[in-house]
């Protein structure tokens, strides 16, 4: 692992200098000012975003720094985001234009996730979202490699309290076992995914191995160690896309889930691999934890403003609230009194007894309408002004690829949103 780790630094330094002697003749950058590489950035160096891949494309640099301007505004900087079921062709009329015949609006984000049985068609209407304005974010839900078969749900793990397994035996650099294939398999579904929206034009804000500061997912926090590898396993998911896939159309979105195992940035895989950090939050009022006392002893908000990178939550609704009941308002009314550096929020899809999605709660047009409120018709990052290198291709070359499982058939992914 030693030897890896002084590869993946090598390979770092000579990318990161190639990067900074494009940008700088692009957008003045220079290698001679080593705060490039710095967290804490200048007024001037705020206006030449630096994003995780050093070979990003100019749209994604520019949407970056779109993301990061939006607290700066008075009114519309918040994103409205809705997540869409597993089979999002057929889920598209009840949650995206049953919201539309409701409100007159499209959401401006729409969210999938990669999982067993993903269908190209889904790509479609993702395409069809961004050429019509919009953005588009992709988590990844993968199986459990330690369960052969086990399909979408075997994401969560039985027993919480339970050893995990090394998340080491995945990485690239690792022997071959039935686990890593099955692991590359999924990963290379992902690369597929990504590669087929770059070709769009599409940036993908790309959320992997969500939540993994928490207990209830395979790759979360091993409760009777208190660790976890995903931070390895998140910085190996962005070497395939970046370097070994070569695909450049990406925002990499850390996004953990609230401190009740561990801190929000337990896992952070580091400044160099993150363009966002946008947690989930299920919750009747809206507030994160460390607004609740005695229910954890960390300030979620302030741990995550730390990073010095754009926020939003990648998830969020109610916990008890499911019954349509819910006033969604209070989404945008603790943004703005309590969570201001947050730019966007993502409402998660329902399922049978449970109304999560924003086309079946409760005031969702006074949400959509409020002036803070970003919508489809309102997403203005194209006319932002941006790096130069927007001709950049977000891919180069195609890799040999394994075979992927065979698909399977699985129920609704449903949210951790309860204890």
């Known amino acids: 692992m030693v030897g890896m780790a002084e590869e993946i630094g090598r390979r770092r330094i000579i990318g990161a200098a190639a990067g900074a002697i494009a940008l700088g003749v692009a957008g003045g950058i220079t290698l001679a000012n080593q705060q490039w590489f710095a967290p804490e950035e200048t007024a001037q160096q705020e206006t030449k975003p630096i994003t995780a891949d ?7 640099q520019t949407l970056l720094k779109w993301f990061r301007d939006l607290p700066k505004r008075d009114s519309r900087r918040v994103v409205c985001g809705q997540q869409l079921d597993d089979i999002t062709a057929a889920s598209y009329d009840h949650i995206v234009e049953a919201l539309v015949k409701r409100t007159g609006k499209y959401p401006a984000m729409l969210g999938v996730s990669v999982r067993d049985d993903w269908k190209r068609s889904d790509s479609r209407i993702l395409t069809d979202h961004w050429r019509r304005g919009g953005l588009v974010t992709v988590d990844i839900h993968p199986s459990n490699p330690w369960i052969p078969g086990g399909g979408a ?11 995990k397994p090394d998340l080491r035996a995945l990485l690239a650099t690792s022997d071959s076992s039935p686990q890593r294939a099955a692991w590359r398999a999924q990963l290379e579904r992902v690369g597929d995914l990504v590669e087929e929206l770059g ?12 939540e993994g500061n928490g207990s209830w997912f395979w790759w979360g926090q091993d409760m009777p160690t208190r660790k976890t590898f995903a931070r390895d396993l998140y910085r190996d998911v962005f070497f395939y896309i970046s370097e070994t896939r070569r695909l450049h159309n990406v925002l990499w979105v850390y996004s953990p889930g609230a401190s009740w195992d561990g801190a929000a940035l337990s896992y952070y895989p580091g400044d160099e691999y993150v363009d966002m950090v946008c947690p989930s939050r299920y919750d009747d009022e809206m507030l994160m934890l460390g607004d609740r006392k005695g229910q954890s002893p960390y300030n979620d908000y302030k741990d995550i403003l730390t990073t010095g990178k754009p926020l939003g ?12 009941s819910w006033d969604s308002r209070l989404i945008v009314k603790q943004i703005r009194d309590r969570y201001p550096a947050m730019t966007y929020f993502h409402c998660w899809n329902g399922w049978q007894g449970a109304v999560m999605e924003l086309a079946r709660l409760k005031f969702t047009e006074e949400l959509l309408n409020d002036p803070w409120v970003i919508t489809r018709d309102e997403v203005d ?7 130069t290198s927007s001709s950049r291709p977000t ?25």
């Open 395 to 419: 891919t180069t070359s195609q890799p040999t690829k394994p075979p992927s499982p065979k698909p399977q058939s699985n129920p609704i992914i449903r949210p951790q949103i309860t204890r």
């Open 54 to 60: 050093v070979s990003a494309s100019g749209d994604a």
């Open 153 to 163: 749900n075997s994401a969560w793990v039985a027993d919480a309290k339970a050893r």
């Open 313 to 324: 939550f990648s998830e969020c609704g109610p916990e008890k609230k499911r019954d349509g």
């Open 381 to 387: 990052w194209r006319q932002a002004a941006g790096p």
């Open 199 to 210: 070709a769009a034009g599409i940036v993908v804000l790309l959320r992997p191995l969500h």
